[in-house]
């Protein structure tokens, strides 16, 4: 028999208070150190959003501001030098914004798959042609004819992604791979570099949002990329991984299933 305590409780009531508020306080303690880390990822994305906003607008301010002020002392070629790389800014601003949007949209279970026939090899080679980067004589395609449903749009983002990604963070001139291939039932993306590489234990954190983690320092962008391309993938029902390539770097892959094209 349970002995009484002058409180009216017994042993084992005491225990079983003690053992609740001990779980409470472990609990409370774990709470707090996960709202440190998001307050110190909420400033790190901050900061990095902030950078990427400020460099290409005060780019774009600047060189407008000289096509403004020119009083006939630029030359129509430099003129249209001057344009091509406020295009180009505008771009990169363009790309950045439609990337918040869309994790934002996914997120919020807004943005559903809307599938469609058509050819991935041509799918391909309008994204890397379309690429605004000087970079793009790195990339080299083996791309098969798949015919196939997909997303279009959301498998051009996949792409172009996982391309910008691998551009950015490995040596200048080392070379880029893209290939694609029929698998499963689906279709098979593959992106190789001769960066670095993804140490093992950072091969899921780097798909999670505002995350950079193995990449170079200082390295531009603000950790959205990778992880649109894993939301992306997960929303038609395929996945996105990374892992060694042989010969040293990174192959980042991802898998989409075909399913049922959308009435045109």
Same mark, same amino acid.
């Given at each position: 028999m349970a002995k009484e305590r002058h409180d009216g409780s017994t042993d084992e009531q005491r225990r079983e208070r003690e053992s609740s508020m001990a779980h409470a306080y472990e609990r409370e303690h774990e709470v707090v150190e996960e709202l440190r880390a998001l307050d110190e990822l909420k400033n790190?994305?901050? =900061? %990095?959003l902030s950078h990427e906003l400020r460099t290409p607008v005060t780019a774009i301010l600047g060189l407008a501001r000289t096509i403004e002020n020119d009083h006939g002392r630029l030359s129509p070629d430099e003129v249209r030098?001057? #344009? !091509?790389?406020? %295009?180009?800014?505008? =771009?990169?601003?363009?790309?950045?914004? +439609? *990337?918040?949007? $869309?994790? &934002?949209?996914? !997120?919020h279970g807004m943005l559903a798959p809307a599938r469609?026939?058509? +050819?991935?090899? *041509?799918?391909?080679r309008h994204v890397t042609d379309?690429? &605004?980067?000087? $970079? !793009?004589?790195?990339?080299?395609? &083996?791309? $098969?004819?798949?015919? /196939? =449903?997909? &997303?279009? /749009?959301?498998?051009? !983002?996949?792409?172009? +992604?996982?391309? #910008? +990604?691998?551009l950015t963070h490995t040596p200048p001139g080392s070379p880029v791979w893209i290939s694609t291939c029929e698998e499963g039932g689906g279709v098979l993306f593959t992106v190789e570099d001769a960066g670095p590489g993804i140490p093992p234990d950072l091969r899921t954190v780097i798909f999670e949002p505002f995350r950079?983690?193995?990449m170079k320092p200082h390295a531009p962008g603000v950790g959205i990329g990778l992880s649109l391309v894993a939301r992306f993938a997960d929303s038609q029902g395929g996945r996105a991984w990374v892992e060694d390539r042989e010969e040293g770097g990174a192959r980042f892959r991802v898998f989409l299933p075909s399913g049922p094209a959308e009435a045109p």
């Open positions: 790190a994305f901050l =900061s %990095a030098e001057f #344009m !091509r790389r406020i %295009a180009s800014k505008a =771009s990169k601003l363009d790309r950045l914004l +439609n *990337d918040l949007l $869309d994790l &934002d949209r996914l !997120r469609r026939l058509g +050819n991935i090899a *041509d799918l391909v379309e690429l &605004d980067t000087p $970079d !793009r004589e790195r990339i080299t395609l &083996d791309v $098969d004819d798949v015919l /196939i =449903s997909i &997303d279009h /749009i959301q498998a051009e !983002r996949i792409i172009e +992604n996982l391309v #910008m +990604n691998a950079q983690a193995g």
